[in-house]
């Protein structure tokens, strides 16, 4: 009997990862985020944006934030 695969979701945007894709980055600290794609990737590590002001994320907060 196969096991399903673990499903995981995107630390910046929220959204599932398919099985076999994605990225898992671990900090120094020891902590884990895992991207779905190198454009998440570099937008909360290089760029530090904030996935509630962008409209392509699911964290995105219509109305603005303040």
């Not at 910046?12 to 895992?34: A, C, L, N, Q």
């Not at 990737?41 to 409209?55: H, T």
């Amino acid at each position: 009997m196969r096991e399903m695969p673990e499903r995981r979701i995107c630390s910046f945007t929220h959204e599932e990862i398919e099985p076999g894709t994605g990225m898992m980055y671990i900090k120094r600290d020891g902590s884990v985020f895992w991207f779905k794609d190198s454009k998440a990737r570099k937008n909360m590590l290089k760029l530090k944006r904030n996935p509630r002001r962008l409209k392509w994320t699911r964290r995105y907060e219509k109305g603005g934030i303040k």
